[in-house]
C-alpha cells in the first residue's frame, strides 16, 4: 500500500480491495471476497429481497424505484447474509466515491468509518466485504433499474456497466465490457448469482407497479447505462404479489 494512503479512508479502501489490485495481491483479496460469499445462498437472497421490498413499498402508491429500492435492499439484504446490521445508508455513499477517478467528500469518509468499525476494524477482511458491498450497490440497482424500465416499456434490457475501470500501475485504464456484462476472466464477478437473486427478487415485488408520467433520467457517467430517477405506481390493490 502506498505510505501517504491514511488507514480507513476511501483511499485506503481502494489500495485494500481486489477490484483496484493486481498480480499476487488481486488473486489474495479476491480469494476473501469468494470465501464472504461462499456460504450465502442465492436462493434465499431471493426470498428476502422480495420480502424487504414487499416491507417497504407497502402503503405507498408511488414508488422512487432508484432511491427506495434498487441499491437498499440489494446492499440491506447482501449485508445481513454477510452477518453485518441494515448498513445500506452508509455503503450509498461510499459507493459512489469508490472510483479513483472520484473525490471523495467528508460524507463518504465519515460513512466508511463507520462501515469499517461495523465490518470489525481495518483489515484486508475488512475491505473485502466492504468492497462486496459497494462492488452489489450501483451494478444491481442498474440490474433492477434497467430491467423494471424494460419490462414496463417493451424496450430491451440493457446492460448496466458498459465498462469496467482498472488500476494498473498506477494509471486508470477503461476495458470495455460489451456482451459481457459480469466481465470475464480472472476479474470476472464473483456476484452474479447472487445479483441475480437480488433482482430477481425485487423486481417480483414489483410486478403490481407501472411507469408513472414523470419522465425516468439517466445516470450521466459514460461507463453506466441505468435510470437515475425511476417513478413507478401501483396498479393493482396492495397486497397483491406481496
Ligand atoms: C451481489 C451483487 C454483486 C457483488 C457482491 C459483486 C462483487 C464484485 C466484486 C468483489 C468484484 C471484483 C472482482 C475482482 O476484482 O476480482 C466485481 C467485479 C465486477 N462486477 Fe460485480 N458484484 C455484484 C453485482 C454486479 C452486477 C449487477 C454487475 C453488472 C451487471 C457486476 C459487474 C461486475 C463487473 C463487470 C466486474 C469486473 C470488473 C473488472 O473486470 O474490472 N457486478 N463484482
Known sequence: MPDEVTPGSIAWLRASV????????HVRRRALAVDALAPV????????????????TA???VV????TIARPVPVGVLAEALGLPDVSADVVPVAAAYHPHVTPDAAAEAALG???????????????????????????AGLIGNRLFASLTGKPAEQP???????????????????????????????????????????EALRGFRLTERETTWVAAPNLR??????????RPAGGLC
Not at 481486489?18 to 495481491?25: H, K, M, W
Not at 445462498?41 to 417497504?56: G, I, M, N, V, Y
Not at 463507520?114 to 450501483?138: F, N, S
Request: hydrophobic fraction near 40%; charged fraction near 20%.
Open 59 to 61: 402503503g405507498l402508491d
Open 161 to 203: 456497466v458498459l465498462a469496467t475501470r482498472r488500476r494498473i500501475g498506477g494509471e486508470d485504464v477503461t476495458v470495455p465490457l460489451t456482451g459481457t456484462p459480469f466481465g470475464a476472466g480472472p476479474r470476472a464477478c464473483p456476484g452474479s448469482r447472487h445479483a441475480e437473486a437480488l433482482a430477481t427478487g425485487v423486481l
Open 64 to 67: 422512487d424505484v432508484m432511491a
Open 18 to 25: 481486489a477490484r483496484f489490485s493486481n498480480g499476487p495481491d
Open 114 to 140: 463507520r462501515l469499517i468499525a461495523a465490518c470489525g476494524g481495518p483489515g484486508e477482511r475488512t475491505a473485502a466485504r466492504i468492497g462486496l458491498l459497494v462492488q452489489a450497490c450501483d451494478a444491481t
Open 41 to 56: 445462498d442465492a436462493d434465499s437472497l431471493q426470498h428476502k429481497a422480495f420480502e424487504r421490498t414487499c416491507r417497504l
Open 226 to 235: 441505468m435510470p437515475a430517477v425511476l417513478q413507478v405506481a401501483r396498479s
